[in-house]
């Protein structure tokens, strides 16, 4: 079945110590998405990528990263994780269409900081 | 700056009972989805509604999107222990940024 995978589903890292979540899809879907969601709370945008646009929201902080390096995976990089940092991380992908689109979801990446 | 205000933001029914959650909204969205959530998981999409008015069903779920597409509600007919979790609505802007705009979500405990 076509869908979007995150690993790993449980990351345990220490206060500073850079940590990066994955993500692939098999939908072919050219725009990419990361968010954080803390506890039942919407998720918060932190960006996307439209094919290999990138685009960064304006209060993602600097700590935040994202890589993409083809259509199939997108990486989110934390360089030095604060407690503040710990939250779900949520990837998700759409296929860019005139009458907007539909979101389809990750499992999530939750993240422990120590 | 588009907003999209869900309520209630929590709702505890016994199972069998019915229940609305609303989505509402001053903007135009050109669709709008519905997801449900529940704890360690990601969003799974419910339903996407595009055409104003649209009325789509799925089993005892009924979603509904408004005739000026500015607001939805989800209505759950007879619920279940099993429909327990956080349902999030999320509208896509007529500007095609490719963003969503999130409601606050509505966490559902179903008691059997």
């Known amino acids: 079945d076509a869908m979007v995978i995150q690993n790993p589903r449980y990351q345990v890292t220490q206060f500073g110590k850079p940590v990066t979540l994955s993500c692939s899809q098999t939908?072919?879907?050219?725009?990419m998405y990361w968010y954080q969601q803390k506890s039942s709370q919407a998720p918060k945008l932190l960006f996307h990528?439209?094919?290999?646009?990138?685009?960064n929201e304006a209060d993602t902080p600097d700590n935040f990263q994202s890589r993409r390096p083809n259509t199939s995976f997108c990486f989110l990089d934390i360089r030095s994780p604060g407690l503040g940092d710990a939250a779900m991380y949520l990837c998700?992908?759409?296929?860019?269409?005139?009458?907007?689109?539909?979101?389809?979801f990750g499992p999530g990446t939750r993240l422990l900081v120590l | 700056t588009q907003l999209l205000e869900q309520s209630p933001q929590f709702l505890s029914i016994q199972e069998g009972e019915n229940l609305t959650v609303y989505c509402n909204s001053s903007s135009v969205f050109s669709s709008l989805q519905w997801y449900r959530q529940e704890p360690g998981e990601g969003p799974v999409l419910l339903v996407t509604?595009?055409?104003?008015?649209e009325v789509k069903k799925l089993k005892r779920l009924t979603f509904q999107f408004g005739d000026a597409r500015k607001d939805s509600s989800l209505h759950i007919t007879a619920a279940q222990p099993g429909d327990t979790g956080l349902y999030l609505c999320?509208?896509?802007?007529?500007?095609?940024?490719?963003?969503?705009?999130f409601g606050q979500g509505t966490t559902l405990q179903v008691k059997p």
């Open positions: 998700a992908t759409s296929k860019r269409t005139d009458r907007g689109e539909t979101q389809y």
């Open positions: 999320a509208g896509a802007g007529v500007s095609n940024t490719g963003k969503l705009i």
């Open positions: 990528y439209y094919d290999k646009d990138f685009n």
């Open positions: 509604v595009v055409t104003g008015g």
């Open positions: 939908l072919n879907h050219n725009v």
